[in-house]
């Protein structure tokens, strides 16, 4: 039996970004692993995490929990999870394992650097980066290390790309242009927006603002909620599609700011193509941000965006083409962008026009292409 192990610190990272790598692999006679937290209940649900497990398992995934924690705080986790990860290694006998986030892929990559396997890793965005805190530096020296030993690095977005091949120090460094979206599935989703926004209890004529992402600090939806706040006009309505522990500060935060019959926190959803077509502009104000396929579903769904200005968003984004662009901390910029759109319909169907076109630069027909290339490439060398 040949096998294959993915690693990531949290199964999202896997369902989310790697099933057609999955199946591609499972194509090619491969029996695929996955090794997570399966039950890291930070950000997601009990039901959104079982219907994670319940994805792999029916595409013939064998499943192995490593106690990952999300953050890298707690040394105890640290050394228990690299145990977990070692054992895994010496039961099973992997071919490859291909790394999908930071604590897994600094832990997985030390445990499997005296194995006989190939060993990748993508990098959805490094964690240090220019205007960000500098504590998180403390990832690069691990990072370094780390690369010595993995064959091939992965990148998503071009910043990434530069500071991969001047400092890191892989056989092999790959760019993709992020990891690949259906934009024929997002495009042609067709919808009722009455029927939906009656549904959601939003009036028919209202400006709706859409976010998708887990609710956390890094999203920066409070920014959006904050310049919504300060509009003029009062018909602007704020949904977010996503879960996560900031869920009640951002019900705290609308209360204070009188905006709770405006604000609308609907969990994560499955139908989130119907969103898109439901709301009139996107927002996406995170501080930091590997690419974000959020937006660029977006994009493909025919929406503006307006976006933060950080890391892998400037892979996509353009002022005045896809949208606007501003700092994470810039309120007025945000109010004055979601003001302009709301106030110019031809504008609008400006920047839907030039999405549409724009995302399909991040087609999964493109990543898919390089992905089957850097797998052949790294199976025919084992």
């Known amino acids: 039996m040949k096998n294959i192990l993915f690693l990531a610190t949290v199964p999202s990272m896997v369902v989310a970004f790697n099933m057609r790598n999955i199946k591609m692999l499972q194509d090619m006679g491969y029996t695929i ?39 890298p705080y707690n040394p105890f ?11 895994l290694l010496k039961e099973v006998d992997f071919e490859m394992m291909h790394n999908q986030s930071c604590v897994s892929g600094i832990l997985g990559r030390i445990a499997g650097r005296k194995h006989d396997m190939k060993i990748l890793h993508t990098e959805h965005g490094f964690y240090y980066f220019k205007g960000g805190p500098l504590f998180n530096w403390i ?55 009455s029927i939906m926004r ?56 609308a209360s204070k700011l009188n905006m709770t019959d405006r604000f609308l926190l609907v969990g994560q959803k499955q139908n989130v193509n119907e969103f898109y077509k439901m709301a009139d502009v996107f927002t996406f104000p995170s501080k930091r941000e590997g690419l974000g396929l959020a937006a660029l579903e977006a994009m493909a769904s025919g929406l503006p965006i307006i976006t933060s200005d950080r890391n892998g968003i400037n892979d996509y984004a353009e002022n005045n083409k896809t949208g606007f662009m501003c700092p994470p901390d810039d309120i007025d910029g945000f109010c004055k962008a979601i003001e302009t759109i ?16 724009k995302s399909k630069d991040f087609s999964h027909h493109k990543t898919d292409n390089i992905m089957k290339k850097v797998y052949k490439e790294a199976i025919s060398n084992i």
């Open 33 to 71: 692993h996955v090794a997570c937290n399966y039950f890291e209940k930070s950000a997601w649900t009990d039901e959104k995490l079982k219907e994670y497990r319940d994805v792999l398992e029916e595409n013939n995934v064998v499943m192995h929990q490593i106690d990952f924690p999300r953050k």
């Open 77 to 87: 986790k640290l050394i228990k999870s690299y145990i977990q990860t070692r054992k």
């Open 139 to 193: 990832f690069f020296p691990f990072d370094l290390l780390c690369s010595y030993f993995t064959d091939t690095i992965i990148t998503i977005n071009k910043d990434d790309t530069k500071f991969c091949e001047k400092y890191m120090k892989s056989k092999k460094k790959v760019y993709i242009p992020g990891v690949g979206i259906d934009t024929d599935y997002y495009f042609n989703t067709e919808i009722n927006k």
């Open 198 to 253: 009656e549904e959601l209890g939003i009036p028919k004529d209202a400006f709706v603002v859409l976010s998708v992402g887990e609710l956390n600090e890094n999203k920066n939806h409070s920014a959006i909620l904050k310049a919504i706040s300060k509009s003029k006009y009062k018909n602007i309505y704020y949904v977010i599609c996503g879960e996560g522990v900031e869920r009640e500060n951002l019900y705290n935060l």
């Open 342 to 357: 709301y106030e110019d319909k031809e504008l609008r169907d400006r920047f839907s026009l030039y999405n549409i076109e």
